[in-house]
């Protein structure tokens, strides 16, 4: 595979991805994301098998297409993260305010 077609190919396996969101619970079919996104329901079918591999797609019981349980793990890691270290800045603005009395 030559670069351009890796960067192309792996472009689209990301745009396949985000044209996902929202849609955890009801899925979309490949040919509603090849519209989303402008690409052959051929192409999106590729990404989708890579991205079903790698686990962060699920074909869901209606024939359809999700975010799998361990995408919707990656995005509660990130929440996660962030409420932790808005936690932290709490605590520390309070001792600051604290101090400059």
């Known amino acids: 595979m030559h670069k351009s077609q890796i960067s192309t190919s792996g ?3 990301l745009r396949v991805l ?3 969101k929202g ?7 490949n040919s509603d994301i090849a519209k989303m996104i402008n690409e052959s329901p ?4 590729r990404s989708l098998k890579t ?3 790698e686990g962060l797609v699920i074909k869901l ?3 359809l297409f999700a975010h799998s349980v ?20 709490t605590e520390i ?5 604290a101090g400059a009395r």
Not at 42 to 45: G, I, P
């Open 11 to 13: 472009s689209r396996t």
């Open 18 to 20: 985000k044209a996902l």
């Open 23 to 29: 849609y955890t619970l009801t899925g979309l079919s």
């Open 42 to 45: 051929v192409n999106v079918t």
């Open 51 to 53: 991205l079903i591999q």
């Open 61 to 63: 019981d209606n024939g």
């Open 70 to 89: 361990q995408m919707l793990q990656i995005a509660q890691a990130h929440a996660i993260h962030i409420n932790k270290m808005q936690d932290q800045i």
């Open 93 to 97: 603005t309070q001792r600051i305010t």
